[in-house]
């Protein structure tokens, strides 16, 4: 039973080919087209939600590492997650946020580049983040290596957060999934608590792709 139910994670494929990766990019067939004339709701809808986003990530990025178009590596990684996320709650497509391999793929990258640029540009405020202000002298070298700590093991702390997430709602998916029976009395109850139940995993896609996204901007707002 448990081999059965962790199956759907399972990235193996048929022709000795992790062909399923591919539905990572399905997400390009349902983005809006913008060269119509008028635009769509959806269309519309995303530029809405563009915008939307990137005046809340001006106001949460540091003044010192922001520049023109910076934002924008924080929406395309709101609209990847988001869209992997939502897509993966429909059958028969693979679930590529619940590996950790690709979210740390995401997480990784991204806070790595960010911490060259900081220690490489700004290695004085660096190095006075690692000591807190008012530290006693001989809690010094425990204070550095709690925050160098802390810093290492971000990127690791989103990609678990993201991944543990989607696996524990999937998981209740497939158990209510497994439970619905049409001769049963209680069908009508259980269809019920799926759809009910479908409409929260919708909801938390997209909570922790905006969670993932802020986070990302908040860690490197502390650099100021």
Not at 26 to 39: A, E, N, R, T
Not at 84 to 100: E, G, K, V
Request: charged letters at 5%; aromatic letters at 12%; hydrophobic letters at 55%.
């Amino acid at each position: 039973m448990m081999m059965s139910l962790f199956s759907m994670f399972d990235p193996s494929s048929i022709w000795n080919s992790q062909i399923n990766w591919i539905l990572m990019n399905s997400y390009l067939l349902i983005l809006p087209l913008f060269f119509w004339k008028s635009k769509s709701r959806s269309a519309s809808m995303l530029q809405i939600m563009i915008m939307n986003l990137n005046k809340e990530f001006m106001s949460l990025f540091s003044n010192n590492v922001f520049v023109k178009g910076t934002t924008l590596i924080m929406i395309s990684l709101f609209l990847i997650i988001c869209f992997n996320n939502l897509t993966s709650n429909y059958p028969y497509i693979f679930c590529c946020s619940a590996q950790l391999v690709f979210s740390m793929a995401l997480s990784l990258p991204i806070w790595s580049s960010m911490m060259m640029f900081f220690w490489m540009n700004l290695n004085k405020t660096m190095f006075s983040h690692l000591v807190p202000s008012g530290t006693p002298t001989i809690l010094m070298p425990l204070m550095v290596m709690i925050e160098l700590t802390s810093n290492i093991i971000r990127p690791l702390a989103l990609a678990v957060r993201l991944t543990a997430n989607l696996i524990a709602g999937h998981l209740l998916m497939a158990l209510l999934g497994n439970t619905f029976n049409l001769n049963s009395t209680l069908s009508f109850i259980i269809l019920v608590i799926q759809m009910m139940f479908l409409t929260f995993e919708m909801m938390v896609a997209l909570i922790q792709s905006y969670v993932f996204s802020v986070l990302m901007t908040l860690y490197s707002s502390e650099i100021s």
